[in-house]
């Protein structure tokens, strides 16, 4: 049973290595608490407070305020030395060289405050070398001292002002604004002492003491300024300044909650206060950050939080119409998050939630979402292109009206918009019946060696969904008839999904610029007309069309049986121009990719077998693969062989359904018949569909099943020995 903590006090409390998978920590104090490798998988944390215990507040502050006060000290003091030596007597050496090395930190804040504290580092460092080099290459030992001395001391200016802008930033992080005040009078104090034991480090006329006192006060105000200009861009978030602001972060969460490399999958941090907190290395799987304070302040290295942008994505879960492309938000809790119109092109949002998101008109393109959790989103008028999905993404209850399987471009600016009517939307449940068969396409495919992106090149699919019933006659007259008005569509069925008089779905494919909302417009009109015709006049023109195209007869026995059988599913099948219709059944989900073609296929409930028992379909494989010439070499095993091992791996594979087996042997007849007649070309079909569905039924098993590794092997041989290949 989980744990309640709720509304407790467990200041620097630890469990650290604890499983604590689904406890209370509503509303309480965990400052100070200690959760390193916890495991706190759907932990509620709602309204925690995180941080650090009083006393470690206030060591760190007076610790802070000390590093500023060292800070403003050791850079006054160098600009203190750096005014000395330029006005001493009797030593042009160091004058000039003080002043090149003015020049030189006047570009140091110039580059800061432009290009930001990695860029100006990077640039003193190479300036600071040459100029030594070159002083080092003419001789002059003096010269030469001169010029480290106020490298030394202008590098120290330098030191200075981060460790006052580190100390400032620290205090900032752990107190707020109102300890700022205090940072400055710290980084005055030491100045002013600074200033003035630089300037008194050594013999100076009385006349150049006032100019050595200004310059050096000048210096400090310059460098004070640097420091104030880079908190304040710190802040700001400005990442110019990203050293600054990890370090101060790293200091500033000394002793606060550590939640470091924990287990926060589903955990919920609403509201909740983070400050100081260690999240370093966490798994952060669908954790909810919604309305979380002082997150940016809390350490988030190696998370998505590291990316200030996603972080306030999480935190206010408003994104409409900001550009995420390519980030990588996986698994991200964007539950009830409004993107409407966002860019996520290429982003990987593998495993993340977005639960009742809005997502209309948002671009998916390339999107990974394998495992995500789409329950409820509204997707209409989102671009769904080459988006990668999987068995696991939940896609129940999304709410669509109509989709885009491209984006516009130049060359095509129709983006393949679903329902192919713009028109039409999609009724209650067409979005799920539609997208369903897509899921499982890459892997299918993958096992037919069927290149999609090629596929994606060549098609487009016309989606035909018909409510309440259909006249499979009509419909059969219809497409034949919108196919010969448009011969530069090229429309060919290539699929059928059936849920009796629920619901029919024929899909098409269609090429070249054919506009697939004038011809789903067209085709509707047509089947109208055809269907109100009498019953004899109905039966003379299918008569006719059939004469034309024997196919159109198979295509009205598969609608016949579609509305006999409420979960009637048909498979087909495209190879070099000829269509082949084969009956399918159970969960094979196959459909077009992006709006191309495919083979298609079933989404539904799998179906009780009728006919034969597997005893007596055994016995009638067994009887066909007899009747085959066997192998004249036993170290070769030939077609009949191979056959006989196939039919005994179906026979044993316990992870295959008895009316899977029943099929697949149906199937192992099929190649059987055809080995014995090689030359029959009706044969010859029925065993590459059988091939097909052999892939198909292996696809759904298991990796780890017998069968699947058998048909691996077998299957490549058998096809060549049939000349299928």
């Keep these: 049973m989980p744990q309640n903590f709720s509304h407790q006090l467990l200041k620097r409390h630890s469990f650290k290595g604890q499983n604590l998978s689904g406890a209370d920590f509503s509303y309480t104090d ?16 709602h309204q925690a407070k995180a941080g650090q215990p009083y006393r470690w507040v206030l060591s760190l502050m007076a610790g802070s305020l000390l590093l500023v006060a060292l800070g403003g000290l050791i850079s006054a003091y160098a600009g203190g030395l750096v005014a000395h030596l330029m006005f001493r007597s009797g030593k042009p050496e160091f004058f000039f060289s003080s002043l090149i090395f003015l020049l030189v930190l006047a570009g140091f804040v110039f580059i800061t405050v432009r290009r930001g504290l990695g860029a100006a580092l990077g640039g003193f460092a190479v300036v600071v070398t040459a100029t030594v080099a070159v002083l080092a290459a003419s001789g002059k ?23 006052n802008t580190l100390g400032t930033m620290t205090v900032w992080l752990i107190a707020g604004n109102w300890v700022l005040l205090l940072a400055i009078l710290a980084a005055l104090i030491g100045s002013v002492f600074g200033a003035s034991e630089g300037v008194e480090l050594g013999e100076l006329i009385e006349a150049s003491r006032p100019a050595a006192l200004g310059l050096a006060g000048a210096i400090s105000l310059v460098l004070l300024g640097l420091s104030s200009f880079i908190s304040w861009r710190v802040i700001a978030g400005d990442s110019k300044y990203y050293l600054i602001s990890a370090l101060a972060t790293m200091l500033s969460s000394i002793g606060g909650t550590n939640f470091r490399g924990a287990n926060l999958t589903d955990a919920d941090f609403t509201q909740a206060m983070l400050k100081s907190t260690d999240l370093r290395r966490a798994v ?19 998370t998505y939080l590291e990316n200030r942008a996603v972080q306030q994505l999480a935190v206010t879960k408003e994104g409409q119409g900001r550009s995420w492309d390519r980030l990588d938000l996986r698994g991200l809790n964007l539950k009830d998050a409004n993107l409407e119109d966002a860019s996520l092109i290429g982003a990987d949002l593998s495993e993340s939630t977005l639960e009742n998101a809005n997502l209309q008109g948002v671009k998916l393109v390339q999107a990974q979402l394998y495992k995500t959790n789409l329950t409820g989103a509204c997707l209409t008028g989102a671009y769904i292109q080459n988006w990668g999905i999987s068995v696991d993404t939940k896609l129940e209850a999304v709410k669509c009206k109509h989709i885009y399987m491209q984006l516009p471009t130049k060359d095509d ?31 299918l495919y993958r096992t037919q060696n069927v290149d999609l ?44 999904e059936g849920r009796g008089n629920e619901k029919i779905r024929l899909q098409a494919v269609v090429t070249g610029d054919a506009n697939r909302s004038e011809l789903s417009a067209e085709y509707f009109e047509k089947y109208r007309q055809i269907k109100s015709l009498p019953y004899s006049d109905l039966q003379a023109l299918f008569a006719g069309v059939v004469e034309k195209n024997e196919r159109i007869r198979s295509l009205e026995s598969l609608l016949e049986n579609a509305l006999q059988q409420p979960k009637f599913y048909v498979e087909t099948y495209q190879n070099q121009g000829e269509f082949v219709m084969t009956q ?7 459909s077009g990719v992006q709006g191309n073609v495919s083979g298609v296929a079933a989404a539904g409930e799998s179906q009780t077998m009728t006919g034969v028992a597997i005893g007596a379909i055994s016995g009638s494989v067994t009887n066909t693969i007899s009747q085959l010439p066997a192998s004249s070499d036993s170290n070769n095993p030939g077609i009949k062989e191979l056959l006989t091992q196939l039919q005994a791996a179906i026979e044993s594979e316990a992870e295959l359904p008895d009316e899977d087996k029943v099929e697949a042997l149906e ?52 096809s060549k020995l049939l000349l299928l290949a």
Excluded at 284 to 289: A, D, E, I, N, P
């Design 584 to 590: 399918s059944k159970g969960n094979v989900n196959i």
């Design 667 to 718: 199937q192992v007849q099929a190649l059987a018949e055809a080995g014995q007649k090689p030359e029959d070309n009706i044969l010859q079909k029925s065993a590459k569909t059988a091939m097909k569905i052999l892939k198909g039924t292996v696809s759904s098993l298991p990796d780890a099943a017998k069968l699947a590794d058998a048909c691996a092997k077998l299957l490549p041989i058998i």
């Design 30 to 45: 965990i400052r100070g608490v200690n959760f390193k490798n916890a495991i706190l998988i759907g932990a509620n944390f």
């Design 453 to 496: 992106r090629q596929m994606a090149s060549t098609f487009k699919t016309l989606d035909l969904f018909h409510y309440k019933g259909i006249d499979p006659a009509a419909a059969a007259v219809a497409i034949q008839q919108l196919a010969e008005d448009h011969p530069e569509a090229e429309l060919e069925v290539v699929a059928l």
């Design 413 to 443: 600016p129709d983006p393949c918009r679903k329902p192919d009517d713009r028109n039409e939307s999609f009724k209650e449940g067409d979005f799920a019946d539609f997208i369903a068969p897509i899921i499982k396409t890459l892997d």
């Design 284 to 302: 952060l799987v669908r954790t909810c950050w919604l309305k979380a304070h002082k997150l940016d302040q809390a350490r988030t290295e190696g």
């Design 141 to 163: 030992a003096e010269a030469v001292v001169a010029t480290i001395i106020q490298a030394v001391a202008i590098a120290s200016a330098i030191a200075g002002t981060l460790l």
